[in-house]
């Protein structure tokens, strides 16, 4: 059976990959940095290995007798005092190191769809570049490329919760967001798989419009959007980028970017946007 080394096992969709990998009872080694944060039958389950992964000194020997590794590690906020390229590149280049030296045979990773496009953007910089270096390591390797996570449309539920979801442009940007369990099984698949890049999204196909209407439907609530044309967006990133710092405005110019193009790709999954919508709520979901 092969031993897999995950890193990040702790955040939004580590934590699905690790459940995949226990249902299909492969040996499992987890770095993190603080073992309380795992569920006790979690860490029942695995062996643990606590370190900074921005710390090289701290993982050493983390993948000895070790096959693949899995790294779902990177920022969404900066914090800490740590920028994009402290974590979503350096981090992660400090684990293809140790996995390098240990004989690891395969690195999976997940990165974001059309990230090597979006190299403008501060946190696709950062995980592109490392992405340019695990391809140029020699080591067999997945790159996962989800067109966004369930958890990120929580934010149509909030804004629909206050009375009114602002978009910006017309509203027909094309998406099939993914749920981390699903994204999950995507990511275990490709441990055996010899494919070398994933592009994938969940089973339901909408515009932004049609996500926002959802929101409201899931609450009952008359349906108002406010739709914000794109120079206003351009002029918001312009300040932003001006006069803060990239902690403050690499969360705003991904998210007001990605929400404004098409992020459409592989169909998979069971879950559905509706029912997620309808957990946050707190309604019953009746089972299929």
């Known amino acids: 059976m092969k031993k897999i080394l995950l890193a990040g096992a702790t955040g ?12 299909q009872g492969f040996l499992i080694r987890v770095l993190i940095r603080n073992r309380s944060k795992l569920k006790m039958t979690e860490a029942d389950a695995v062996e643990i290995m606590e370190g900074e992964i921005t710390r090289p000194g701290t993982i050493l020997n983390c993948c000895d007798q070790v096959d693949t590794v899995i790294s779902t590690v990177g920022i969404t906020r900066q914090r800490d005092g740590l920028t994009y390229l402290d974590v979503d590149y350096q ?6 190191r140790e996995a390098q030296r240990s004989g690891v045979k395969k690195f999976i990773y997940v990165s974001v769809l059309h990230g ?12 592109e570049k490392f992405v340019d270096e695990l391809k140029s ?41 993914i749920h981390g369990a699903d994204l999950a099984e995507v990511c275990v698949s490709a441990i055996n798989s010899t494919i070398t890049e994933i592009e994938t999204g969940g089973p339901q196909l ?35 980028r001006s006069l803060t710092s990239s902690k403050t405005y690499g969360p705003v110019e991904f998210v007001l970017t990605v929400l404004t193009m098409d992020m459409i790709a592989l169909v998979y999954g069971q879950h559905t946007l509706n029912e997620y919508f309808k957990g946050l709520a707190g309604l019953k979901i009746l089972p299929k």
């Open 12 to 23: 939004y969709l580590g934590s699905y990959i690790l459940q995949e990998l226990m249902k």
């Open 91 to 96: 981090a992660n280049l400090n684990l293809l």
């Open 116 to 127: 090597q496009h979006l190299r403008k953007l501060k946190i696709c910089e950062a995980k």
């Open 137 to 177: 390591s020699g080591m067999a390797h997945c790159i996962i490329r989800p067109t966004g996570f369930f958890s990120d449309m929580s934010e149509y539920l909030n804004m629909a919760r206050k009375g009114r979801i602002f978009l910006f442009g017309n509203g027909r940007a094309k998406m099939n967001p």
């Open 206 to 240: 909408f515009t932004q419009t049609e996500i926002a209407g959802l929101a409201f439907n899931t609450l009952h609530k008359k349906v108002k959007i406010t739709f914000l044309p794109i120079w206003l967006k351009k002029l918001i990133l312009f300040i932003l």
